[in-house]
């Protein structure tokens, strides 16, 4: 079992940068941030593998960084250019690979995730 513990979350200003964090408890191949709005589909943001290569929604490829620290067992999502609409609860996942590329589908296990508010 592996247990993700999201922070960072906050109000926040339109165009700024915060940074969200989470403390994985064990590293596993593919690791991504994903957000939820009320009423919404949960959707993926952005995923990491454990080579280091990355994907992006659309939304945050030009905004959004994902990166990890491997001797603190974190990943990061670094927030940029902050818009109302980036407003959700920001949720850290992990899976084990399938035997593809990270993507956003078939992550088993989720952080408690930490809201994130833009005003």
């Known amino acids: 079992h592996v247990q993700l513990v999201e922070s960072g979350g906050g109000l926040a200003q339109p165009g700024g940068s915060p940074r969200l964090s989470c403390a994985a408890s064990?590293?596993?191949?593919?690791m991504g941030w994903f957000r939820q709005t009320p009423g919404k589909e949960r959707e993926g943001v952005a995923t990491?593998?454990?080579?280091?290569?990355?994907t992006y929604a659309e939304s945050a490829k030009d905004r959004f960084t994902i990166s990890k620290d491997n001797a603190k067992n974190t990943l990061y999502l670094q927030m940029n250019i902050l818009k109302p609409e980036d407003t959700a609860i920001y949720y850290c996942?992990?899976?084990?690979?399938?035997?593809?590329?990270?993507?956003?589908?078939?992550?088993?296990?989720w952080g408690q995730g930490t809201q994130v508010t833009v005003s």
């Open positions: 990491i593998d454990h080579p280091g290569s990355t």
């Open positions: 996942a992990a899976r084990w690979t399938l035997g593809g590329a990270c993507g956003f589908t078939q992550y088993t296990y």
């Open positions: 064990e590293a596993t191949y593919c």
